[in-house]
């Protein structure tokens, strides 16, 4: 009898251990009220100028578009005229850099300027944690494909992952345009979080139609007609299809949800076009963030059939999507011609990290890796400007620039003050352009995602792994896709750059604002990598 007792004991304890809460306190998230007070007293003291004469300002953006998959840099199987067209009648930039390989990091610090880790916007924000120890169990034990649980079973609360986001200390471009007078809008993408104080209509956005989280269906059902489907079998593919148009994934116009049953790349356009026309008489900032062509994989009937000669389903209905991108960025283009709009337009077109490679429909060209890597693939990105009779067509720039050069050179465009109680790390493009020399914005650039950290100086960058003990030195001039590692030959240089990293990283924040759950497996050549998300 006792021997039974004890056993029931402890099968009670074991049992009521898997229930145990996975809420650690460690990652309640608390804002620097002082920070936010001088936010606000900046913001109010900005000069309401006469607004009509100053540049109207439009930052298109594609989600995990590939570089080469846009024909004005050597796209194979695709013709993009409407998105060439911006940097031939401005500039190309042929080597431009996001900060992060990876959708949210990446658009946190072309917001507001500033390398995301100043912030602690290091991962992307999570909808939701395992609340037990039993879902993490069940969860790390499942077959995850190529995705790896890593994290350890200590998670924020419910009501804490509301507070994951863009900290409402940091300015925002739209911040500071509406301050100063300007009309914002933002259309498509958000991903900088979702508790009220996140939406874009509480960030400095008039205006806002889209969606919150990281992705959404192109049409209103997965098995709308008219429309072609390609499901990858993968864990973050399912989640997306069976996510539908739900939760963050819902559409909706300045949070309130609504119905569109029109592709949502179209409507995203229709939208923006009804925006500049409201707007034109007075001055706008305008974020068209496109979730093309992001998966889930969907495209028009019409479109698909223009690459018959395509054979792979997969590749082919990504192509469709992004020939029906290009088509879009055309009709947006003709729409600001048709309003004279183009002359005191400032446009500027990038995405927002590389291919996502492990769809097995991108071809990133000779750069190695995609998406989420901090090879070249995942963060060297397709980036062009257009500002009539101000940059002459046709330019191209070779040397590299990052996407947080969008704030400082739009502002600086604008007449509108940047914020100078904190670091801000993006360039005013224009000075470098019309300099013609061989000063350059950015000599060092800097990437740290948890374990992943790298750096380029000049044309040398190092890449590594605190975690898992691996170091790669690249010569970028002669090497862009990464093949030679050639770290052993030069340890001087390699030293040097390990020097530079850890400077500038001394001076950030050495924790994030909340914790990511897994890593993901890329095998590269002859080796195997785990890249966190």
């Not at 930052?59 to 024909?71: F, H, N, P, R, T």
């Not at 000779?366 to 890597?373: A, C, F, R």
Request: with cysteine; hydrophobic share 35%.
């Amino acid at each position: 009898m006792k021997q039974k007792l004890l056993l029931f004991i402890g099968l009670t304890i074991i049992i009521s251990g898997c229930f145990v809460s996975t809420y650690n306190s460690t990652w309640d998230i608390e804002w620097d009220e002082a920070a936010i007070t001088r936010k606000t007293t900046f913001l109010a003291n900005i000069e309401q100028t006469e607004s009509k004469n100053r540049p109207n300002v439009i930052l298109i953006m594609a989600d995990d578009l590939g570089k080469y998959e846009v024909s004005a840099y050597g796209a194979v199987d695709i013709q993009t005229p409407n998105i060439d067209a911006i940097g031939a009648n401005g500039i190309r930039f042929n080597d431009a850099y996001v900060t992060a390989p990876i959708c949210a990091p990446s658009r946190a610090a072309i917001l507001t300027g500033r390398y995301q880790q100043r912030f602690g916007f290091e991962t992307q924000p999570m909808e939701f944690y395992p609340t037990n120890r039993l879902e993490y169990a069940a969860g790390k034990r499942s077959d995850l494909g190529d995705w790896r649980v890593v994290a350890e079973p200590d998670f924020p609360s419910p009501w804490m992952v509301e507070r994951q986001g863009v900290p409402p200390s940091e300015i925002n471009m739209a911040e500071l345009f509406q301050s100063s007078g300007y009309s914002t809008g933002i259309i498509g993408k958000w991903h900088l979080g979702h508790g009220k104080e996140h939406i874009p209509n509480a960030r400095g956005f008039d205006y806002q139609y889209g969606f919150y989280g990281a992705f959404s269906l192109y049409t209103p059902a997965q098995n709308t007609e008219g429309y072609v489907n390609f499901i990858q079998d993968d864990l973050s593919s399912r989640h997306q299809w069976n996510m539908k148009r739900n939760e963050n994934a819902a559409i909706r116009e300045n949070d309130k949800v609504v119905k569109e049953s029109d592709y949502l790349t179209f409507a995203m356009t229709k939208k923006a076009k009804e925006f500049i026309s409201q707007k034109k008489d007075s001055s706008f900032f305008l974020y068209l963030s496109y979730n093309a062509p992001h998966v889930p994989f969907q495209a028009p009937q019409s479109y698909f059939d223009q690459f018959s000669h395509i054979k792979d389903k997969n590749r082919r209905v990504y192509l469709a999507m992004i020939k029906a991108l290009d088509d879009a960025v055309g009709d947006l283009m003709s729409h600001l011609e048709q309003n004279d709009l183009l002359e005191n337009t400032i446009i500027y077109f990038i995405s927002d990290n590389g291919g996502a490679s492990y769809t097995g429909a991108t071809n990133n060209g000779p750069l190695k890796g995609g998406k989420i890597t901090h090879f070249e693939g995942g963060l060297n990105v397709p980036f062009m400007m257009q500002w009539k009779g101000k940059i002459n067509g046709g330019e191209v720039y070779e040397y590299p620039v990052s996407s947080m050069d969008i704030f400082t050179t739009s502002l600086n465009a604008c007449s509108i003050p940047v914020p100078e109680d904190r670091t801000i790390d993006g360039r005013d493009l224009l000075e470098y352009i019309r300099a013609n020399n061989e000063n350059q914005p950015h000599p060092i650039l800097y990437w740290r995602t948890d374990h992943i950290k790298a750096i380029r100086y000049k044309h040398w960058k190092l890449i590594l792994s605190s975690r898992d003990g691996w170091i790669h030195m690249y010569n970028l001039k002669t090497d862009k896709s990464e093949k030679i590692d050639v770290r052993s030959l030069l340890q001087d240089e390699k030293e040097e750059l390990l020097r530079f990293f850890n400077e500038w990283n001394e001076d950030l924040p050495q924790e994030y604002l909340w914790p990511r759950i897994m890593d993901r497996r890329f095998i590269l050549g002859d080796e195997t990598y785990y890249f966190p998300a």
